[in-house]
């Protein structure tokens, strides 16, 4: 079946990196598009990072703008979201999707605190 599974996540220090991973099966990952997610409690799941599925330019949001880098490798069938410059605000739990697949990860949490 379909799956996603992300990893990488854990307490970091403000300032600090991390590279979240998304491991993706069940599908022709090379053929679609993907994208990253976070969500912190009681608001609903921001959008950090967007991978066409040629593996082209991402985009990411402006609050993540020139610290956050997602890219993918299609012949490892994974999504990747490197982190740097991490601050307290990124804390959250941290989703890869397939958009046209409506298709979920488990998520990953992210905690930056000294």
């Known amino acids: 079946q379909v799956q996603l599974v992300e990893s990488g996540g854990g307490l970091v220090q403000p300032g600090g990196s991390l590279r979240l991973s998304c491991e993706a099966s069940?599908?022709?990952?090379?053929?679609?598009?993907m994208a990253w997610y976070r969500q912190t409690p009681g608001n609903e799941r921001e959008i950090v990072g967007f991978?066409?599925?040629?593996?082209?330019?991402?985009t990411g949001a402006a609050s993540v703008k020139g610290r956050f880098t997602a890219s993918r490798d299609n012949a490892k069938n994974t999504l990747y979201l490197q982190m740097n410059n991490l601050q307290s605000e990124d804390t959250a739990v941290y989703y890869c999707q397939v958009p046209t697949l409506k298709i979920w990860g488990q998520g990953t949490q992210v905690t930056v605190s000294s």
């Open positions: 991978v066409p599925f040629y593996g082209g330019k991402a």
């Open positions: 069940g599908f022709t990952f090379g053929n679609y598009d």
